[in-house]
């Protein structure tokens, strides 16, 4: 039964055609992104750390296999992923393996003269890799002809913070490099040395000619920088969109949770069109609602490291955000292969698509007050999705209703849907679900 349901999911979202134009903020609803015609696009997926760079223990790591990646994330319905960058060749991930991992290729050549700390060619921060740029072209291409929107990140700040030897692994440290840069440690994610950030702009540049005409990009500007690099991000966020004003194509832009200490103000309070929070505020346990000032990728990334469940994935939906996924995947880098543990969560991405897609979503707004459940999204008088967490009788407003509308059950665990007929709109009513454990219910007069 499993696999006929994963065949309808995939028969019914998969099938997905290219962006047709770049995403921007949709203009009546901006919790959610749009694309050119106006529709407003649902992002949700699940992403892995090994999308652009391979990584492992054996050194040089075995090459990623994006294609097959893409297709395992397809057949959940999914839509989005990150392509994962790195700043560090070589790291450990501390609290999972004592294991040290290689990483391969990094943006900059590495050509030399001399050895860097690693016993390889220094890099020359002038000149960059052709093989990291030819994937990212080419992985972006393929995404997108699978209908993926990717958010490509720009640097990673987790590694050099919680790494044991972090700062001897980055490109900018003066034995790794042929330029004479000295970034001093954290402060390279900083504005402290104009050179250091002179560099870091023609990186960006580099990175956003390579991929700015394709219509499914996204930017990050690092994943879990330190909380003193938000000047810096500030200002790599505006200099992503003043530069792509000269360019065909512009694109959303996104700051992601600085980890450790970093707040969620300081996302609210950026220049980026998105953002990705930190558990503050509820967004792990109880998401608070989207009131539209940014469009919110709720990752259980910054929420969990690797964790979540289906309860979690509906909360986001109905709280008017984009539901993320930071997946082990093959356990290359971290965690177990293929989990089955946060198979739920797989699946629940791809359910909350295919209902983001039987809605007018530019017109759904989080509305708890609706439900006794405290989970709504809703366009009043037409459409109303509510989530039972733990499941159970639930009472919904439909006053602002006429006529009748549909009912319909569905079950998050087994993916099942369970028509129930019709009921009167006019009033407060009590709706009770045909299955235990949480349930998800869709009102409308379709």
């Known amino acids: 039964?499993?696999?006929?349901?994963?065949?309808?999911?995939?028969?019914?979202?998969?099938?997905?055609?290219?962006?047709?134009?770049?995403?921007?903020?949709?203009?009546?609803?901006?919790?959610?992104?749009?694309d050119p015609s106006g529709r407003a696009v649902y992002l949700t997926g699940a992403h892995t750390w090994t999308t652009i760079v391979d990584m492992g223990p054996e050194d040089p790591p075995p090459q990623f296999d994006f294609e097959k990646f893409l297709r395992w994330v397809e057949a959940y319905g999914h839509n989005f992923i990150r392509l994962w960058t790195w700043d560090l060749t070589n790291w450990e991930p501390r609290g999972y393996r004592q294991v040290r991992h290689h990483v391969r290729p990094l943006p900059y050549a590495r050509t030399g003269p001399g050895t860097a700390l690693d016993g390889k060619p220094k890099f020359d921060l002038a000149r960059y890799d052709k093989e990291y740029f030819r994937r990212l072209e080419q992985r972006v291409r393929a995404a997108q002809r699978r209908g993926f929107y990717?958010?490509?990140?720009?640097?990673?700040?987790?590694?050099?913070?919680?790494?044991?030897?972090?700062?001897?692994?980055?490109p900018y440290h003066p034995d790794n490099n042929i330029n004479g840069i000295d970034g001093k440690g954290l402060a390279v994610y900083t504005l402290?040395?104009?050179?250091?950030?002179?560099?870091?702009?023609?990186?960006?540049?580099k990175v956003v000619d390579t991929v700015n005409r394709f219509d499914n990009v996204l930017y990050e500007i690092s994943n879990?920088?330190?909380?003193g690099s938000t000047d810096w991000q500030y200002h790599m966020i505006?200099?992503?969109?003043?530069?792509?004003?000269?360019?065909?194509?512009?694109?959303?832009?996104?700051?992601?949770?600085?980890?450790?200490?970093?707040?969620n103000q300081a996302l609210f309070d950026s220049p980026a069109e998105w953002i990705s929070p930190n558990p503050e505020g509820g967004f792990r346990d109880e998401p608070p609602p989207n009131d539209g000032a940014k469009v919110i990728l709720n990752d259980t990334d910054h929420l969990w490291g690797i964790g979540g469940n289906a309860d979690w994935v509906w909360k986001t939906f109905l709280r008017g955000m984009y539901p993320l996924f930071m997946d082990p995947y093959d356990a290359?880098?971290?965690?177990?292969?293929?989990?089955?543990?946060?198979?739920?969560?797989?699946?629940?991405?791809?359910?909350?698509r295919q209902y983001a897609r039987r809605v007018n979503l530019a017109r759904m707004k989080p509305a708890g007050e609706l439900a006794s459940s405290r989970y709504c999204l809703a366009d009043p008088g037409r459409d109303y999705l509510v989530f039972v967490p733990g499941g159970g009788t639930v009472t919904v407003d439909l006053t602002a209703a006429s006529g009748q509308l549909r009912l319909e059950w569905f079950?998050?665990?087994n993916g099942l849907r369970h028509p129930a007929g019709f009921v009167a709109g006019g009033a407060w009513r009590e709706l009770s679900p045909p299955m235990p454990g949480s349930a998800v219910l869709y009102l409308s007069v379709k």
């Open 1 to 34: 039964m499993r696999s006929v349901l994963f065949a309808l999911l995939a028969a019914t979202l998969a099938a997905a055609e290219p962006a047709p134009g770049p995403l921007r903020r949709h203009p009546e609803n901006p919790r959610y992104f749009a």
């Open 150 to 170: 990717v958010s490509v990140m720009l640097f990673e700040g987790w590694g050099l913070q919680f790494s044991p030897g972090g700062w001897e692994a980055h």
């Open 192 to 205: 402290a040395d104009p050179t250091v950030t002179a560099l870091q702009e023609a990186y960006v540049r």
């Open 224 to 227: 879990e920088n330190h909380p």
């Open 238 to 263: 505006r200099f992503i969109q003043a530069y792509e004003k000269t360019r065909p194509k512009q694109h959303p832009v996104g700051m992601t949770f600085q980890y450790k200490g970093g707040t």
């Open 332 to 352: 290359r880098v971290l965690g177990k292969p293929f989990e089955a543990e946060f198979e739920p969560v797989r699946r629940n991405l791809g359910y909350t």
């Open 411 to 413: 079950d998050p665990v």
